[in-house]
């Protein structure tokens, strides 16, 4: 049963202060516009360090969780919320934390056995150390999303720059083995596969200006998958949702080669904005994207189960 939300008091938050914050943005003015349309009017907060009062302010019914990065999708602002009662879209505060977390999640992949490429970390130092494995590998700040500071080294010689690029970024590094595959996201809600994208970038590597700036990378959906390839990716999906015992809809990243897939990570706030992946699978499966978002509410709970 549907909750009739122009009824409601939602607060949506975006913006914030981290590395993701013009993303956030964009995701933020995305959900905006959508309730708007079928009549919710919500009061958007850009949640920047020392504004918690202005959300608290507006006593929201459910919170909107539109807050890339951090402080939004590390768990803090679902902690605070926890704290003061208020239901929110997306996964709890463990969950948040430890997908938002490149090494954690991947000790968690492993405990469950969810396959993913070899990795190690390499901790800040002053000096660049050697390099931790053989090329072609891909170094990334381990708290950082929106491929921020990530660089693939195809030959050695790149690594230092590669170190000092993710260096600058928060956290360890987590370097991972390079799979030369078929790149592909999933949706998952409530630990149901949506569907599976496949993206080919225009050069090659999905990054930052892939994501969110050019126009020339091609998302083909559904993905062109054998019928045991697709099973294969779901399950694979779904065993890392399921892991990090995430909720509501979460985006997971998966490499596809010969070995079968391979979770990168899993974005427990996925962008919305209109190069998103996860509003393309909702609008493949025939769902618009004022529909899916005020699904999204209706999904919203606490981690003690506390409904809108």
Known sequence: MTTDWTTRRVALVCGGDSSEREVSLRTGAAFA??????????????????????????????????????????????????????????SGVAASALAMDKVRSKCVFERFGVETPRWTIVA?????????????????????????????????????????????????????????GRELTVGVFDGQPMGIVEIAPADGFYDYDAKYRRGDTRYLYPAPLSEPDAAAVREQATRAFTALACRGVARVDIMLDERGPQVLEVNTIPGMTETSLVPKIAAGNGVPFPEFVTQLLDAATTDDGVRP
Do not use: N
């Open 33 to 90: 516009e959508a309730l708007r349309s079928v009549g919710v009017a919500p009061t958007v907060v850009d949640l920047r360090r020392g504004t918690l009062p202005d959300l608290i302010a507006a006593r929201p019914d459910v919170v909107l969780i539109a807050l890339h990065g951090r402080h939004g999708e590390d768990g803090a602002l679902q902690g605070a919320l926890e704290l003061l009662g208020i239901p929110y879209t997306g």
């Open 124 to 180: 800040p130092a002053s000096e660049c150390p050697p390099a931790p494995m053989d090329a072609p590998f891909v170094v990334k700040p381990a708290l950082e999303g929106s491929s921020v500071g990530v660089t693939i080294v195809t030959d050695v010689a790149q690594w230092p720059d590669a170190w000092a690029a993710a260096r600058g970024c928060r956290g360890d590094l987590l370097v991972e083995e390079f799979i030369a």
